[in-house]
């Protein structure tokens, strides 16, 4: 037996914002908004899938952000990502280089903090 994979990341958000998480995840990161399971609807928040991601944001009430805590999206394009972000105004926030990749940080509209992150090309 063994841990073969990730299915979703699960994020929290505040109740009645789910205009705001769609505006982001999907209008500037690009992840669709897929709908949730009608039992799972009553509770607010929403889902972002695409084949390879799948993000889903849950009510929690009271709310704190995940400041330290985030996942890392892999992302293509991603010069070309924080310029739309910044034109939007997210601040996109650069730290300590990793060998490998070229990444950034940046909030969601909450306050949880994502990794956005594109692998380096090496060239001969």
């Not at 995840?25 to 972002?48: D, S, T």
Request: with cysteine.
């Amino acid at each position: 037996m063994s841990v073969v994979g990730i299915d979703h990341v699960q994020l929290a958000m505040p109740s009645g914002r789910e205009a705001e998480a769609q505006a982001f995840y999907q209008g500037l990161l690009g992840v669709q908004r897929v709908p949730k399971p009608p039992h799972l609807e009553v509770r607010g928040g929403c889902w972002f899938e695409s084949d390879t991601v799948k993000i889903h944001l849950g009510v929690e009430d009271p709310f704190r952000p995940a400041r330290k805590a985030h996942p890392a999206l892999k992302v293509d394009g991603l010069a070309a990502l924080v310029e739309r972000l910044g034109a939007a105004g997210i601040t996109v926030r650069d730290d300590e280089p990793l060998e490998g990749y070229h990444r950034v940080y940046v909030d969601d509209p909450f306050g949880n903090r994502l990794e956005l992150m594109e692998p380096a090309v090496l060239r001969s």
